[in-house]
């Protein structure tokens, strides 16, 4: 079977990101930018079904910038076969990803769609819920199991409290948490080859998507610093102090 | 303008969560009402009629709705949505699964997890895993909100007398089912509702060395947790896990026992009113945060702590 996996370009999960002085956003200049870590889990979980002869085809897709090419050449690298990078400048919303990662699905036909469960930049956790909507497709969000018999798939989610798992009919929308897997490194034979395989690229008008958005960020501000207290000698002191002091026990 | 309130809950009792995103539809103003969705959840209709505040109940009681499974809610919940101005969930992983498919469903864009409100139509809400706060304006016609429930003060659970009214069921969507559920079974309070949290780190060493947390947390009727570096060394498991890719608690005290502070963990209790940091290394970046700081050896001074309490 086909598997779709949309892959983000992010600020790199090891970067301090700094608020703007002009409260316009984040300081993304000459910052490292990556695959969103949980996309990288996405592109894995591919990469194994393929293994095990379940997928018969992994396409990778992107919705960014030109240089979102450098992460769909590593999902490449990493045993995708073919890449779409459906560019645009404009930072989207989740909804707008959401409509032009259908207009794929509606071309491509993949029986299984797989992305993270959240970017971590604008951390809000939708896209593959809302691809799961606008397709009609069953979702198993926060997936820390995958297992595919049939039409069916088991998938195995992390909800508050534990593990919740669901049979889902096929086609169906994956979102990837943590414990999924590990994803491997790319070796450099793959690097080489992943410069030979396919990549696409298209806008969202050639898509027939509109991508405006009603929501608009007025600003974006540093969290109130939190300030170091004190260090206390012994458990005696610490006790008294969270007695008296901070009055919480 | 009229306001629709998920409920959380497991078909037996109302979600604390409920009572903190009853306050955050509190601060956006208008007629508020509170949808039940599950399967023989009377009891969680009766409770949720007792908030103060909320005017109507809406009971979709279907075994459809048992499990809260997205594909079988979130018709529901869009249908109802057309009536309101907004649609608020508590950010939990149910919430987190079924309100994207209900925006999407709607055609409008999500604001998830926000921190405050500051008018009917602007939000607070923290990115980059709380390293900013953005301020976000959206001119939806229906407003799709995900509430980080540790932001808001909970709402009064009694004093309120709403009607109830019940609905019918739209039935199975027929995509998905339930098979089972893994649940850990404590009797400790639960993590993001618990007035104390006490939190192990990669200092403890082992899963059994969690016991000295555990006695600890018994004593003073806390929940534990665990930062990330301790659930990936299996030390304890992943519901269990504090930070940005776990849950994101404030209690009234937070007790970090063996954990240096990753910014990913500290983004996942900075916002507690007291923190406690026992780490034996006195750089570690926790003592940063935290309002106590004892440098110290935790096999020593848990016990001891546990024992002057």
């Given at each position: 079977?086909?598997?779709?996996?949309?892959?983000?370009?992010?600020?790199?999960?090891?970067?301090?990101?700094?608020?703007?002085?002009?409260?316009?956003?984040?300081?993304?200049?000459?910052?490292?930018?990556?695959?969103?870590?949980?996309?990288?889990?996405?592109?894995?979980?591919?990469?194994?079904?393929?293994?095990?002869?379940?997928?018969?085809?992994?396409?990778?897709?992107?919705?960014?910038?030109?240089?979102?090419?450098?992460?769909?050449?590593?999902?490449?690298?990493?045993?995708?076969?073919?890449?779409?990078?459906?560019?645009?400048?404009?930072?989207?919303?989740?909804?707008?990803?959401?409509?032009?990662?259908?207009?794929?699905?509606?071309?491509?036909?993949?029986?299984?769609?797989?992305?993270?469960?959240?970017?971590?930049?604008?951390?809000?956790?939708?896209?593959?819920?809302?691809?799961?909507?606008?397709?009609?497709?069953?979702?198993g969000t926060f997936a820390s199991k995958l297992e595919l018999s049939g039409d069916k798939l088991k998938v195995v989610r992390e909800i508050d409290g534990g593990l919740q798992t669901l049979e889902l009919a096929l086609p169906a929308i994956v979102t990837t948490d943590l414990r999924l897997n590990e994803p491997r490194y790319a070796s450099l034979p793959n690097i080489m080859k992943a410069k030979k395989k396919p990549l696409e690229t298209v806008t969202p008008a050639d898509l027939g998507v509109s991508v405006a958005s009603t929501l608009k960020t007025l600003k974006v501000e540093a969290p109130a610093e939190r300030q170091a207290g004190i260090k206390v000698g012994s458990v005696a002191e610490l006790v008294e102090k969270l007695k008296n002091e901070a009055k919480v026990i | 303008m009229a306001i629709l309130v998920i409920a959380e809950h497991d078909n037996a009792v109302l979600a604390a969560a409920t009572l903190n995103t009853v306050a955050a539809a509190q601060q956006i103003g208008g007629d508020l009402h509170v949808l039940v969705a599950g399967s023989g959840c009377s009891a969680v209709a009766e409770s949720a009629a007792k908030i103060a505040g909320v005017a109507k109940v809406l009971v979709a009681d279907d075994a459809a709705y048992a499990h809260l499974l997205a594909e079988n809610v979130a018709p529901l919940i869009a249908g109802l949505a057309k009536g309101y101005s907004h649609v608020l969930a508590p950010a939990s992983t149910n919430g987190k699964n079924y309100l994207p498919r209900v925006a999407a469903l709607l055609d409008v864009e999500q604001i998830s997890e926000i921190v405050a409100v500051e008018s009917a139509d602007t939000f607070k809400r923290p990115i980059y895993a709380g390293n900013a706060i953005a301020t976000v304006q959206s001119s939806a016609p229906i407003k799709v909100i995900s509430v980080r429930a540790t932001a808001f003060d909970a709402a009064a659970g009694e004093g309120g007398s709403a009607s109830i009214e019940a609905l019918a069921g739209a039935g199975e969507a027929g995509t998905s089912s339930f098979v089972g559920e893994e649940l850990a079974k404590s009797d400790r309070p639960e993590l993001t509702s618990a007035r104390v949290v006490i939190s192990g780190g990669r200092g403890l060493q082992s899963g059994e060395n969690f016991g000295l947390l555990y006695a600890l947390a018994d004593k003073l009727g806390a929940a534990v947790g665990a930062s990330r570096a301790a659930v990936d060394a299996g030390f304890a498991p992943n519901d269990m896990q504090v930070g940005q890719t776990g849950k994101i608690v404030a209690p009234d005290l937070y007790i970090a026992v063996g954990i240096s502070g990753a910014i990913q963990h500290l983004a996942g209790m900075k916002d507690s009113k007291v923190i406690v940091a026992i780490n034996k290394d006195a750089e570690a970046p926790i003592f940063q945060v935290a309002d106590y700081g004892l440098v110290a050896d935790l096999f020593e001074v848990v016990p001891e702590l546990e024992k002057q309490l």
């Open positions: 079977m086909k598997v779709l996996v949309a892959v983000k370009r992010v600020v790199d999960y090891n970067v301090k990101v700094r608020v703007k002085a002009d409260g316009s956003g984040v300081d993304l200049a000459n910052v490292k930018m990556s695959m969103n870590p949980f996309c990288e889990i996405a592109v894995e979980e591919a990469v194994r079904l393929k293994e095990r002869g379940i997928a018969t085809e992994i396409v990778a897709v992107s919705v960014g910038p030109a240089q979102a090419q450098e992460q769909l050449r590593t999902a490449l690298a990493l045993g995708a076969d073919r890449a779409l990078l459906i560019e645009t400048d404009e930072e989207l919303g989740s909804l707008a990803v959401a409509k032009l990662l259908k207009a794929v699905v509606d071309k491509e036909q993949p029986q299984l769609v797989i992305t993270g469960k959240q970017a971590i930049d604008s951390d809000n956790n939708q896209t593959g819920q809302m691809l799961a909507a606008l397709t009609g497709y069953a979702q | -």
